[in-house]
């Protein structure tokens, strides 16, 4: 080749000056990664000589900067002008013979043998995918381009984008002089997945940083739909242990909607065109099991040969079922910014929302409505407007600072909504569907990202709280601070917070409200009669044949992305614990459930695990811990049994568990009992031989110790757990189980509502309390609290 042009298989990493971030990175991956099995499609750089030599011929430098010169920096009110003039020198000069004739014998070689080959043509900028800013979007690129001067053609197009408005503006924003940036434009082999599938990895999780998850999105067609945020994509969770070890890595999955997919056009009247998904389409993954494994693992092996989190661009050949990687980049917002504030944000009302998508940011905000359907409505957005579109493109980004929040009908994580939201540090709310038909102009809303994953929009001005504790001087405490958890998908938020594990997850939440079949139901799938009941649950399990694992498979996922979460923090997984009627309500439920007059005190917890009319359905629960522990390698998994009275009891469930290859001890299995009936402290030292650790279940340790119902509002002014009965049972479980060294933890409300109940559990020693999320700063103090003035009381003694 000549100084135009480079393969990228004679690219490397100094190269970047020459080539650009994103063109320097291909040739990177192709020539140090493909030993690991990354496929990266073939092409070849146009450097940035030939930028140069292009505008040196065509005195372009100096006529550029003139034009620039009169740009009005502070208002940008001339900006479009100043932009086209720029585009309209560049797109009307000549391309010098040599590069052209460059281009054209590299691309000939790139192509031939055989038919004519279509090839992407991307921009590639020398200040491009650096580690704080990745100029992405900013610059064009083309698509499904064939033949040679249709290629040169593109390449100038390239060149002009250089001077998008958007270009100029992100310049300005970050620090670089417009004729600093030069630009290399990369000519690759295009990979045909308009047939297929493609997407965007990120081998970070996007929204809060954690890095024990990489994280994949996809749609079918070509990646450009899932760029722009253009449709609902699946996603997917992979936990990195599990890729290393070859296990299975996919810890959630969510099935998007995927309601269209970008296409090539033919006969070639435009490069592309959208056309609606079918049915089939919309119902199924866009990658199998192993597709979504492979790709997880050449991404780790992209992190690890840069050694900072990525950005990647990945795209299934359609006509070979090959995968490929078309683009890396370097992660530019969390990988930058650490959090060093935890800011609460809860609202004071329980409205219903108008709209609900997924959540960006953890925000709760309140504006009026802007609907955007082009920049031409760009000057009806005044600063702290919340802004509404279908989607949004990189061409909006100086009007989307105006904003407060971001909503749109289409996109997700990866989308350029939420991408710029980051960025820009305002939440968004994305994927709603039908946003702009819902909210009208000027509405005035209030836009909540407050929860984890559900972002909602409100009619109105709503009031709520804002409490925001400096995570550098948070109070660090010897007793345990853990989490109360039931939703799987809040996870990963609030795994950001200052936790010591989950001491609590509840099964039977994950059960109601992502399952919603009674399991039982499933393991008699063929025996149901067939009625309303039947069909709701074919089709939640349509994807199913064996209708029982599609409970185990459901179940595994959702405490498996809670383990991902908080790996390598414990997390105690509670099995199920609904009473009779909770079961009834589930689908099929009445068939398998009794009537009883008090299902508080009935067939609940342990005693159902071995009781032929549930056992069955336990052995599904034990199959998904088991998938989770030893498939997914989420080792940090315990196991709880709650509700179980007796100690032949106790055995009968350690038996039937064993039985379902859950044993305790192996591959490391801890097993909890909770303590919450009188008996279990009563016969704590026998207890204390069976199982690993004990949690206090305070509600129903002091509902049975003062026998009274808590649910009953006649004597509901009589349950206290600062009883003195409770306190003595508590205390007595905290002493012997410490004689036997077996841990000791509290799941419940007092210790936060009551520093006084704080102070009593730290002095009577026990290992750990946990809390809601919305109280574990106030437990966290109360704890602190109460060690503080234990450890006074000594030293003055």
């Given amino acids: 080749m000549n100084q135009y042009i480079k393969n990228f298989k004679s690219i490397s990493a100094d190269d970047v000056s020459k080539v650009g971030g994103k063109n320097a990175s291909l040739g990177v991956m192709i020539n140090n990664l493909s030993s690991f099995g990354v496929h990266v499609p073939n092409g070849f750089a146009i450097t940035t000589d030939a930028y140069k030599k292009f505008l040196e011929e065509n005195l372009l430098t100096n006529l550029l900067q003139n034009e620039l010169d009169k740009l009005e920096r502070e208002s940008l009110k001339n900006l479009a002008l100043i932009g086209e003039r720029c585009r309209s020198l560049v797109l009307n000069a000549k391309f010098p013979e040599d590069i052209r004739e460059a281009i054209i014998k590299a691309y000939e070689s790139l192509t031939l043998p055989g038919p004519i080959h279509a090839v992407a043509v991307r921009s590639s900028a020398t200040a491009e995918d650096s580690p704080t800013a990745s100029f992405a979007g900013q610059h064009e690129s083309y698509l499904n381009v064939s033949g040679a001067e249709k290629v040169i053609e593109a390449v100038q197009k390239c060149y002009a984008s250089l001077f998008n408005d958007r270009a100029i503006k992100y310049r300005q924003d970050n620090g670089f002089k417009d004729m600093q940036v030069a630009l290399s434009v990369g000519v690759q082999l295009m990979v045909r997945s308009d047939k297929a599938s493609a997407g965007v990895i990120f081998t970070i999780e996007p929204e809060n940083g954690n890095e024990n998850l990489i994280y994949l999105t996809g749609a079918w067609g070509l990646g450009e739909s899932v760029v722009q945020g253009a449709v609902n994509t699946d996603e997917f969770y992979l936990f990195k242990p599990a890729l290393e070890n070859n296990k299975q890595a996919i810890v959630y999955r969510k099935l998007g909607s995927k309601e269209q997919k970008l296409i090539y056009a033919e006969p070639a009247t435009k490069n592309t065109k959208w056309v609606q998904t079918t049915p089939l389409e919309r119902d199924q993954f866009i990658l199998t099991d192993d597709e979504v494994q492979k790709l997880g693992k050449w991404c780790l092996a992209i992190e690890r040969h840069y050694k900072m989190p990525m950005d990647i661009e990945w795209a299934k050949d359609g006509a070979s079922d090959k995968l490929f990687i078309v683009q890396a980049r370097p992660e530019t917002v ?132 804002e409490k925001e504790t400096p995570l550098d001087k948070l109070l660090v405490t010897k007793t345990k601070a853990m989490l109360i958890l039931a939703d799987p998908e809040k996870a990963l938020l609030y795994a950001t917070y200052p936790n010591q594990g989950v001491g609590l997850l509840r099964m039977e939440f994950i059960i109601s409200n992502t399952l919603q079949i009674h399991p039982m139901a499933l393991v008699k799938y063929n025996t149901l009669p067939d009625n309303v009941e039947k069909k709701q649950i074919e089709a939640l399990t349509r994807h199913y044949i064996d209708k029982q694992q599609f409970f185990i498979d459901k179940l595994a996922e959702s405490i498996g992305l809670v383990a991902a979460a908080f790996y390598p923090r414990e997390v105690i997984v509670r099995m199920s614990d609904f ?66 009275r007796t100690i032949e009891e106790a055995n009968k469930v350690l038996a039937v568990m064993a039985a379902n290859q859950l044993k305790r001890k192996e591959n490391g299995l801890q097993i909890y009992v909770m303590a919450e009936i009188p008996s279990n402290v009563l016969l704590a030292n026998k207890f204390a031989q069976l199982f690993d650790g004990f949690s206090i279940g305070s509600n129903d340790l002091t509902q049975l110790t003062l026998g009274l119902d808590r649910d009953s509002a006649i004597v509901s002014h009589l349950f206290n757990e600062n009883d003195e009965s409770v306190k003595m049972l508590i205390r007595t479980l905290i002493e012997v189980a410490h004689q036997h060294g077996t841990s000791v933890g509290l799941c419940g409300q007092a210790p936060s509502d009551y520093p006084e109940f704080a102070s009593f559990l730290v002095s009577c020693g026990i290992d750990s309390i946990s809390f809601n999320p919305d109280a574990l700063i106030t437990g966290i103090q109360n704890i602190y609290t109460a060690e503080h003035s234990a450890k006074e009381k000594l030293e003055t003694v």
């Fill in 334 to 465: 969390h990988s930058q910014h650490k959090a060093i504030t935890l800011k609460e944000f809860s609202l004071m009302s329980k409205e219903q929302p108008l709209l609900t998508g997924k959540a960006v940011g953890r925000a709760i905000v309140s504006g009026k409505v802007r609907i955007i359907k082009s920049l031409a409505d760009g000057g009806k957005v005044n600063h702290g407007d919340i802004i509404v579109a279908d989607i949004t493109n990189p061409d909006w980004n100086a009007l989307l600072k105006k904003a407060v929040c971001i909503v749109t009908n289409k996109g997700g994580r990866t989308s350029h909504a939420s991408i710029i939201a980051r960025e820009l540090g305002i939440p968004a709310v994305v994927g709603t569907m039908s946003a702009t038909e819902i909210l009208t102009d000027g509405q005035e809303v209030t836009v909540s990202c407050a929860t984890g994953d559900v972002g909602a929009v409100y009619n109105g001005k709503l009031q709520w709280q």
């Fill in 579 to 644: 009473k009779t009627n909770e079961y009834a309500k589930l689908l099929g439920g009445k068939l398998f459930e009794p009537e009883e007059e008090n299902p508080m005190l009935g067939f609940r917890g342990a005693s159902r695990y071995y009781h032929e009319n549930y056992a069955a359905g336990f052995g599904l629960e034990c199959a998904a811990i088991k998938k989770v522990r030893d498939d997914m390698l989420l080792t940090n998994v315990k196991i709880m049994i709650p509700f179980c």
